[in-house]
């Protein structure tokens, strides 16, 4: 990322302004939002900035604006880069809405350069920004709270301890000889075991479960040996080779990033080989904190949440709060599978700093109870605490309370946010994050939550004015 231009306006856009040319009312409405948040796009700008020698120098690169409300298109319209960029480039209100006018739009590689260079903590801060926004237009008063937990996937294949072995080896079989080919020269010190570990690897998976008693056991020995072999040919190519030197610069970044893969790889196949030791052949219950499940997501946690229809996912949990507006005013992506009851009183001093005050109802499912947490909603001040008991036996003051219309209500308001969540799955890309890495994991969900903040606050400054607009009878 470099200095970003100033674009001038065009006799083409001057005519297509003549002709009325307008955006979607939605999209206008963002528009006309985020051009009164000088704040947001210079914390953006920062993040574009970061770790330029001299950002004002050099070729010109996508604006702060440009970087924003492309990211926050991409979510509204639930593209990936090569759409978003031909759609830009191919219609000219969506020029204008992502500040592109009669320019030309880069490829999307730039995109998805940009992007990446955004923080989790950027889109954090903007979408703290944009709810105090919502705040002081009057549009959100806080005074009701919904809170739930989802996983988002990340984009790995089920894994198991066979499919992880070829992995490891096929991964680094394909690394070095991406090394030998920018060497110039074959390396002796390895050979190609892929066949060898492609063969074992489906016999496991077409073992009957009559057969595996019989016959897993010694197939998975022979795949951990060819792993083991494999994984240390390729530390013993990279430790003949350090000393090596490519011909030009480019080629010398190309060695030393191999390098650092085969490394990282080898380090991962050996947590795979060790984990497929102890609960195979030793018959060791492995814990879910120790495990890998996948080569190329290694922060993948697996997510156990009693759902009948998937009992196991493989992502990331995370924690959604949202308002009776239907803004999401708060969202984390957690580590490991953490129990729901952790994340109620954090929210509930968190809506405290936003709004100045708790909200009046608070509403969970019942994997959110604990008598703390009753007794914690209580002292806040919260007039309907809304949270289920879970497990045990109800007291008959507790069965009068649920069975009570308000309580009944707060549970119907309390469902909203399931819909919400459908939103973001199905509407802005949140099911599956395709990107790779912790950091671009958390991006995703920072977007879509964003994006979906800016949708609502456009649905409710339209209602408002039509309102407005509308005749006295």
Same mark, same amino acid.
Request: hydrophobic share 35%.
């Given at each position: ?7 001038? %306006? ?9 002709? $009325? ?22 914390? %953006? ?38 759409? @978003? ?8 209100? @969506? ?5 592109? @006018? ?41 005074? *009701? ?29 394909? @690394?070095? $000889? ?47 040996? %060819? ?76 997510? *156990? ?102 309580? *009944? ?9 399931? $819909? ?54």
């Amino acid at each position: 990322m470099s200095r970003t231009p100033d674009w001038q %306006v065009s006799f083409a856009d001057v005519e297509f302004m003549r002709q $009325g040319v307008f955006l979607d009312p939605t999209l206008q409405t963002i528009s006309d939002f985020l051009d009164q948040q000088e704040e947001m796009i210079e914390k %953006v700008r920062r993040d574009l900035e970061r770790g330029l020698k001299n950002p004002h120098t050099g070729r010109s690169g996508l604006t702060p604006a440009q970087v924003l409300r492309s990211l926050v298109l991409m979510r509204v319209k639930n593209w990936d880069y090569r759409e @978003l960029r031909e759609r830009i480039n191919d219609g000219y209100t @969506l020029r204008r809405f992502a500040d592109f @006018l009669s320019p030309p739009v880069p490829q999307h590689q730039a995109f998805h350069r940009a992007f990446n260079r955004l923080t989790p903590q950027t889109l954090r801060t903007v979408k703290e920004w944009v709810v105090q926004a919502a705040v002081g237009l009057g549009l959100e008063d806080g005074q *009701k709270l919904r809170v739930d937990t989802t996983v988002v996937e990340t984009d790995i294949h089920h894994p198991t301890d066979n499919t992880l072995l070829w992995d490891t080896v096929r991964v680094l079989t394909r @690394l070095v $000889g991406q090394l030998a080919q920018a060497l110039g020269r074959r390396l002796k010190a390895f050979h190609d075991r892929t066949r060898a570990a492609r063969r074992r690897m489906y016999l496991i998976q077409r073992l009957t479960p009559s057969q595996r008693h019989q016959q897993q056991t010694q197939i998975y020995r022979q795949l951990i040996a %060819v792993t083991e072999e494999v994984v240390a040919n390729a530390r013993r190519v990279v430790k003949q080779t350090e000393k090596a030197r490519a011909k030009s610069l480019q080629n010398e970044a190309t060695l030393r990033s191999l390098r650092s893969e085969i490394g990282r790889y080898g380090e991962l196949g050996e947590r795979v080989i060790s984990q497929t030791r102890r609960r195979v052949l030793e018959g060791e219950q492995v814990p879910s904190t120790e495990k890998v499940y996948s080569l190329f997501e290694p922060h993948t946690d697996l997510i *156990k949440r009693g759902k009948a229809e998937t009992p196991l996912e493989f992502g990331h949990k995370v924690f959604l709060a949202e308002s009776a507006q239907g803004l999401i005013t708060q969202y984390e992506v957690l580590s490991g599978n953490p129990n729901d009851p952790i994340h109620v009183q954090p929210s509930l001093q968190h809506h405290c700093e936003t709004f100045g005050h708790p909200p009046n109802l608070y509403g969970s499912d019942r994997g959110f109870h604990s008598p703390d947490n009753v007794q914690a909603c209580q002292r806040r001040g919260v007039q309907l605490v809304c949270i289920p008991q879970c497990g045990g036996k109800k007291t008959p003051r507790q069965e009068a309370y649920e069975k009570s219309a308000a309580f *009944k209500k707060g549970q119907r308001f309390r469902a909203g946010i399931e $819909g919400r969540i459908s939103v973001l799955f199905r509407g802005r890309g949140m099911k599956r994050c395709r990107a790779q890495g912790r950091q671009r994991f958390e991006l995703l969900v920072g977007a879509a939550v964003l994006t979906n903040n800016l949708m609502r606050i456009a649905a409710l400054l339209t209602s408002s004015s039509s309102r407005k607009k509308r005749p006295a009878a």
